[in-house]
């Protein structure tokens, strides 16, 4: 046999445990979550499934689903929208731009992505009762409107794009402002889509944040509310899957419908020229 059909043979049988050692969880997740609670961690057949665990979630007043479901979905777009506007025009002005001071605000960006959120939630919390944003969306989303690793990230993109192409714009009668929304900016859709997926997951799946910012239940993110519940639910594995499963789902269709442009944006944000 060919060594290049062996080789490419193994790899994708790699491949293929990989995925299924990844998958195998939410399988796992996904099945538990339609069984009965007498059934729970138990093979049984397709007619004993239900969906009771998930209905319980949105018809049940004991469980505020619906509320967590709507303030995760406000916080996760007012902080992708914010990413949207800041991270690009910063890395804009990094990449293309010449001023004052550019190089200490370039490494001023690349010392904060090597700082751990955690050594500064205590001095953020701080601020954020100073100004009276605790148990508000703008303690939970203002912060968070900018990036310094996707900063850096389009920054990495931008240096590849001629300045040439830039001219060009200006002399065609376009600002600055107007060369970077019209042209610039649109260049950039794949490495976009990846900070998107990447910024969505994040914020989606945030727990430190909201558990720290906010204390009253109707402000509460779904992740956060979820666990407020499993003292009570503790018991209910089926009750506490479906929940998991709820939490996921959103960020599984996200990654599907723009993984192409997430696979092309990972390969072209680093490199220049």
């Known amino acids: 046999m060919n060594v290049k059909l062996i080789r490419r043979a193994i790899a994708y049988a790699v491949l293929w445990l990989l995925a299924a050692a990844f998958a195998t969880p939410f399988i796992y997740t996904l099945y538990n979550s339609f069984m009965p609670l007498k059934y729970a961690n138990k093979l049984v057949g397709m007619k004993e499934w239900t969906l009771e665990h998930y209905a319980t979630f949105f018809t049940n007043e004991a469980y505020n689903v619906p509320l967590w479901f709507w303030n995760t979905l406000v916080m996760t777009g007012i902080i992708m929208l914010g990413n949207w506007i800041v991270n690009p025009m910063a890395a804009y002005a990094l990449a293309k731009l010449n001023f004052r001071g550019k190089k200490l605000v370039l490494w001023m960006v690349m010392a904060t992505m090597m700082v751990p959120y955690h ?80 910024t969505f997951a994040g914020t989606w799946n945030s727990y430190l944040v909201p558990s720290t910012f906010v204390s009253s ?42 993984q192409k442009q997430y696979i092309e944006g990972v390969s072209t944000s680093g490199i220049k020229g």
């Open 119 to 198: 050594m500064i939630l205590i001095p953020v919390y701080v601020n954020m009762a100073q100004i009276g944003w605790l148990n508000t969306f703008a303690g939970l989303t203002v912060p968070f409107l900018y990036q310094c690793l996707y900063i850096f990230m389009l920054r990495q993109f931008y240096l590849g794009i001629p300045n040439e192409l830039i001219e060009a714009s200006r002399i065609d009668g376009l600002n600055k402002i107007g060369g970077f929304w019209r042209i610039v900016f649109p260049l950039a859709k794949s490495s976009l889509i990846t900070m998107s997926i990447l």
């Open 217 to 258: 239940p109707e402000k509460y993110v779904l992740v956060v509310g979820l666990n407020s519940l499993k003292d009570a639910a503790f018991e209910k594995t089926s009750l506490i899957m479906a929940g998991v499963v709820l939490s996921t789902v959103p960020i599984l269709l996200f990654f599907f419908f723009f």
